[in-house]
């Protein structure tokens, strides 16, 4: 697995950028140019549950946080747990997010199909 972003097929990226200090880490360097709203239940995640966007609640974090949230969600899809290389507040974003997929129905298989490109539409 490579360390870059995996957006599922289908989906598209939308940046919303801040000068709002990062919710997960008090200390950058380098200190970061803009930092980034996250939805803390994640827009593509909500896709599949409901085919829109119910939920538009953001956290600002910065680019570094926010890739390895999403990456520690994708990471429990695919391999059915958490890994423990994180922080204890980056951990905590990616478990609500998870968290608010599962307990509104989610299904995990159908999540780990869109991430690997066979669940997305073209």
Request: with cysteine; glycine share 10%; charged share 15%.
């Amino acid at each position: 697995m490579t360390n870059e972003l995996i957006v599922p097929r289908g989906f598209e990226v939308v940046e919303l950028t801040t000068t709002a200090p990062c919710a997960i880490h008090s200390v950058h360097t380098p200190v970061p140019r803009i930092n980034q709203q996250h939805h803390w239940f994640p827009q593509w995640l909500q896709l599949i549950i409901w085919g829109e966007v119910r939920v538009k609640a953001t956290t600002v974090v910065c680019p570094t946080g926010h890739v390895n949230v999403h990456d520690l969600i994708n990471h429990r899809i695919l391999h059915g747990e958490f890994p423990g290389t994180h922080s204890g507040s980056t951990y905590k974003l990616a478990f609500k997010g998870f968290s608010a997929f599962t307990d509104n129905g989610g299904d995990v298989a159908t999540a780990a199909a869109h991430l690997r490109g066979g669940g997305g539409s073209e």
